[in-house]
């Protein structure tokens, strides 16, 4: 039995990873965390949801204790926040809010997750990093940072836990279609959440965890010569 912990399913790729794995209940029991109540999934099928800031340490706190009270053994670290300015642009406050979002709140939550997994012998940890972990795009000088910590730290607990049975996967997905690229003109051409998510969830639901890659790149050819 699978005991899935997805952070950031109030909208986007957790919303739909969410209810994808909600749908397969026999296999595996799901609790999603939402920033702020919405209206993306239905709440009565998940009545031990995390709602909270993950900036938040009471919120930190909750999953902590739900690591225990469920027995977790798949954490997918979804929760980001994305903006595209000029870095000119970006005001010290919007710089703070992304970095502590994407990276720092990341590390403190993934600290606790692997301490109980290392508790319990075994766990999987999927980080769902971003194609700008992997190559600079302009605009997005601050969510590239962030995202190339994330790769950085992930790759170096992929070594710390090699003699360990905990497995972590790096998931680095192109432009999707969400909330954050409505304004892009190319936006029907994009990846389909859905697309993703499928990945995802056969990372998941894949018994022997072992056998796994570390990472999973997801793009998408819209044109010749063209890739997202």
Not at 5 to 32: D, E, F, H, M
Not at 198 to 211: A, E, L, Q, R, Y
Request: glycine content about 6%; some cysteine.
């Amino acid at each position: 039995m699978k005991n899935i912990l997805i952070t950031g399913c109030s909208r986007g790729l957790g919303a739909v990873i969410a209810k994808q794995l909600l749908k397969q209940k026999q296999k595996g029991n799901v609790i999603p965390h939402f920033r702020k109540i919405g209206s993306y999934i239905d709440y009565g099928e998940t009545p031990n949801a995390i709602l909270g800031d993950l900036n938040e340490k009471t919120t930190r706190e909750q999953i902590t204790e739900c690591l225990q009270e469920h027995d977790i053994n798949v954490f997918i670290n979804n929760a980001s926040v994305h903006k595209q300015d000029l870095l000119t642009d970006h005001s010290e406050e919007d710089i703070i809010k992304i970095i502590n979002t994407n990276l720092t709140s990341q590390i403190l939550i993934i600290r606790r997750v692997y301490d109980w997994f290392k508790k319990r012998g075994s766990g999987l940890v999927i980080n769902v990093n971003s194609i700008a972990g992997l190559q600079p795009a302009p605009k997005e000088t601050i969510y590239s940072a962030t995202k190339h910590g994330l790769k950085g730290f992930s790759q170096s607990l992929q070594v710390e836990s090699m003699n360990s049975d905990i497995k972590i996967v790096d998931i680095y997905p192109g432009a999707m279609m969400t909330d954050m690229t409505l304004s892009r003109k190319d936006y029907n051409q994009l990846i389909k959440p859905e697309e993703v998510s499928n990945i995802i969830c056969d990372v998941v639901m894949n018994k022997n965890t072992t056998s796994l890659t570390t990472e999973i790149v997801i793009r998408k050819f819209i044109s010749k010569g063209t890739v997202i």
